[in-house]
């Protein structure tokens, strides 16, 4: 797996700037790819992040790259916890939640809605999205904004210069390890 992919998709969660990221990854030999994601996490070690597998299957896996410390944070929340239990979560910690996750992805071509949550999305804006779809959010970017429109869009301008100064730094040498900040 090339550190330009994992860059292109996770420099925000690199930079210590979101909870996390997920891109598809296209491999040949599933033993490949799962070395891949081993030899990703030993490098990492000690910087608080983590990769693993959402979803393997047919050549193609869902990658999902994130800070396990903040996703506790953000999974703590009143809102985030309800937005869980009424999807049927039974709560726990942060590997039991993922395997949840990961459960729930093995058993649809879709995404679970509160995929959001596990992603760094404002609680709110999840929820928002799950319960009305159809209504007029405020803005779009990594997410569907429904609430805090002026927020919302700094911070998809924060991730886009992040993600456009690590592209950047990577083509000028800089790895993988130097260009992820620790337990931000």
């Known amino acids: 797996m090339s550190e330009t992919l994992i860059v292109r998709h ?43 597998p959402l979803r393997v299957s047919n050549g193609s896996a869902l990658i999902y790259v994130y800070r396990p410390e903040k996703l506790e944070d953000d999974l703590k929340s009143p809102v985030s916890e309800a937005i869980l239990a009424s999807c049927g979560y039974y709560g726990g910690t942060v590997p039991r939640l993922i395997r949840e996750l990961i459960e729930r992805l093995g058993c649809s071509e879709d995404f679970p809605h509160e995929i959001g949550l596990f992603l760094g ?61 620790a337990r931000a």
């Open 10 to 52: 996770c420099s925000p969660t690199l930079a210590g700037l979101k909870t996390a990221n997920m891109f598809n990854y296209t491999y040949k030999d599933k033993a490949e790819l799962m070395e891949s994601i081993r030899s990703v996490n030993l490098r990492l070690k000690g910087k608080g992040v983590r990769m693993i």
């Open 121 to 181: 999305y404002p609680p709110e804006d999840v929820r928002c999205f799950m319960c009305d779809r159809k209504r007029d959010c405020k803005c779009v970017g990594c997410w569907r904004a429904y609430n805090n429109e002026t927020e919302a869009e700094k911070t998809f301008a924060r991730f886009k210069k992040c993600t456009d100064v690590y592209c950047r730094k990577l083509h000028e040498g800089y790895s993988l390890n130097r260009l992820t900040v």
